[in-house]
């Protein structure tokens, strides 16, 4: 016979319930929290104790609850947030499932004392896993005060996952600086959030705090002034907040904070964009740093996705993605990103080696140079031009490398100073009022040539170099296959290719960019990179990664003498490069080691 369909007590419910909304402490936290503000507190104080394993106590200043409603606050699905389904269109709080409480309810021991402020004297309940107390009254202060004890007391197996106090403060205080930077911005009131552990303070963050301070003292004090503000729009869509400089990266996306309509939320299309914007800035497996807000109408975005109410769901992704990528994109270009080279503090006897010399992030603004009237260094009769960083290997006629910029160059580009030594066959040395600038010479050609596939390509004066004879290049046949499966994208890069058969392909002809560079070692490094894909990527992708490989391969290496016509000729080429500050792959191209730092150190000043 088959067994028979029964309706689950509410105990074991709100159990299941528990399981989705209530993962840890840090989760009972952000619940609460997010009643408070809705409640319309402007103070709220956070207790917690042993990581919240034996205590999570929350005291607002809200609008209360009325005596007669206690009962219901742990009923399931029981809000004051909505009255019918047309309300899910138009979200204007954090909470409105009726959930929350009802789950911690269930796996907790919950005492909860309120009063309305229009009234003499409040009440209190208190829910043991779902079984709830008479209402007694209560004579406290206006607003809400909450303990939460003995989290998973009748789930042991939930309460075995906990991880260590201090890991389950860190996902506590997490939760609270969400919720402070959320609420920090333009009409937003002030809100005064304080947490204390075991009886310390660990965050007091005042209401007059701005989204700059309050990031300062939830993080680095030293960060907001790495931070770039941005502002933009696209239709009823609005975007603000700070990005961070490259320097600042991260070896994962937690300092990338999302929020619509003051909700944090994880969006992993929005989490794209931003990395996108910083391509060519960061190095493969860095993340930028991000504190962007996004404000739509509330029919713009579902926020009814999840219980958690972390994931939401837009109307219009693909505009929100541009209009992040757009927008931190001209930022960073408007921004000057050249990083500062400083030597240890504490003034030493020995000769500091290259290791020894720390790396400040700092940005600093380079000087104005007058117009150079004599070359760097009068060059040698018989010396190349700077197309032999590459000249093509069948003769073709000198082109210019790219049409002359503007009047006014960035300052990065402004033409060459004075004097300029090459260091270790790798190095520029060059002198500016500021100081000295120290360029990676093939960081700087990587990023130009970079610039000038990419332009030329976009433009369709790519020139490249039709081989007499195709070469052959043999492969292993997966490499072979991966390769003939991007041969438009190859095409569009100068590379042509045909397929031989027997895992041969024929190289057909190269970009003139590429050089006196074997055409044959640059296939085979596509090849590897190709092959080292676990999945296909995207168009843009591929071809951004292609560019930066043909670059690279076709820039001077570290190692390779220059004589003064080509130093100053690839000093001079600077303003070709969209960003100069750093190479495709995220490195940076130069130092400065200021002037002022070189004084301190011998004690001029």
Known sequence: MP????????LVVNQIAAGEVIERPASVVKELLENAVDAGSRRIELEVEQGGHDLVRIVDDGCGIAPEDLPLVFASHATSKLRNADDLFAIGTFGFRGEALASIGGVAHVVLQSRPPELPHGAAIECRGSE??????????????????????????????????????????EAVTRLALAYARGSRPGLHLILRHNGRVVHDIP?????????????????PAHLLEIEGSAGPARLSGYIAEPSCDRNNSRM??????????????LGHALQEAYRGLLMTGRYAVGFLFLQLPPDQVDVNVHPTKCEVRFRNAQALHQLIYTTVKARLRRANLVPTLQVPATPTLSVPTASSIPFSRSPTVLPELPPRSVPIAPPPPASPALESLPTPAVPTPRQP???????????????????????????????????????????????????????????????????????????????????????????????????????????????????????????????????????????????????SLLACHAAVRAGERLSPELINELLEQRHLADDHHHCPHGRPTALLFSRQELERQFRRV
């Open 401 to 547: 490398l790219a049409s002359p910029g503007p009047a006014t160059l960035p300052l990065f580009a402004r033409v060459a100073p004075p004097r300029v030594l090459q260091l270790y066959d790798a190095y520029l040395v060059v002198e500016t009022d500021e100081g000295m600038l120290v360029i990676d010479q093939h960081a700087l050609h990587e990023r130009i040539l970079y610039d000038q596939f990419r332009r030329r390509i976009e433009t369709g004066t790519l020139q490249c170099q039709a081989l007499l004879l195709p070469e052959a290049v043999d492969l292993p046949g997966e490499m072979a296959g991966r390769l003939l499966e991007q041969r438009e994208a190859l095409a569009e890069l100068g590379l042509g290719i045909e397929d031989f058969g027997g895992g041969t392909i024929l190289l057909t002809r190269y970009p003139v960019l590429l050089g006196r560079r074997s055409p044959r070692e640059a296939l085979l490094a596509v090849a590897d990179h190709l092959s080292n894909q676990e999945q296909p990527p995207s168009r843009q992708v591929l071809f951004n990664d292609l560019l």
């Open 256 to 269: 990338q904070y999302l929020f619509v309509n003051g909700r944090w939320i994880r969006d992993r299309n």
């Open 132 to 173: 709830l107390s008479a209402v007694r009254p209560w004579n406290g202060a206006p607003g809400t005060r909450i303990e939460v004890r003995q989290l998973f007391f009748n789930t042991p197996v939930r309460r075995k996952f906990l991880r260590s106090p201090a890991t389950e403060l860190g996902h506590i205080s």
């Open 207 to 223: 209401p007059q705090a701005t989204l700059l301070e309050r990031i300062g003292l939830c993080f680095d004090e030293q960060l």
């Open 3 to 10: 067994p028979r369909i029964q309706q689950l007590p509410p």
